[in-house]
Nanobody, 120 residues
Framework: QVQLEESGGGLVQAGGSLRLSCAAS????????MGWYRQAPGKQRELVAR???????NYTDSVKGRFTISRDNAKNTVYLQMNSLKPEDTAVYYC??????????????WGQGTQVTVSS
């Protein structure tokens, strides 16, 4: 089994910054693609950003130029640096990771979510 532990959410004023972290632990041979998703009240969960093991990134258009995703493969951790936050960024942010276990079986896992609230 694999656990994803998120941290770094909170309340911030518009224009401010937050940094989310997601650390993976458990039965891991290798972490593949990792990403951040978010879900606002009454809306579907959407992709915010993803990063491959090799560092290739992609972002949803609304966060390009403001958010930066990165990872530390040695620490099995993915980060999301969020700058110039807007009220519309308010949501629960979820970490997602593709994991290859020691038996070379692949599965995707989700974190429990961390609340980000941006006040105007």
């Amino acid at each position: 089994q694999v656990q994803l532990e998120e941290s770094g959410g909170g309340l911030v004023q518009a224009g401010g910054s937050l940094r989310l972290s997601c650390a993976a632990s458990g039965s891991i041979f290798r972490l593949e693609s990792m990403g951040w998703y978010r879900q606002a009240p009454g809306k579907q969960r959407e992709l915010v950003a993803r990063i491959t093991r090799g560092g290739y990134t992609n972002y949803t258009d609304s966060v390009k130029g403001r958010f930066t995703i990165s990872r530390d493969n040695a620490k099995n951790t993915v980060y999301l640096q969020m700058n110039s936050l807007k009220p519309e960024d308010t949501a629960v942010y979820y970490c997602n990771a593709g994991v290859l276990n020691p038996k070379f079986q692949f599965a995707a896992y989700w974190g429990q979510g961390t609340q980000v609230t941006v006040s105007s």
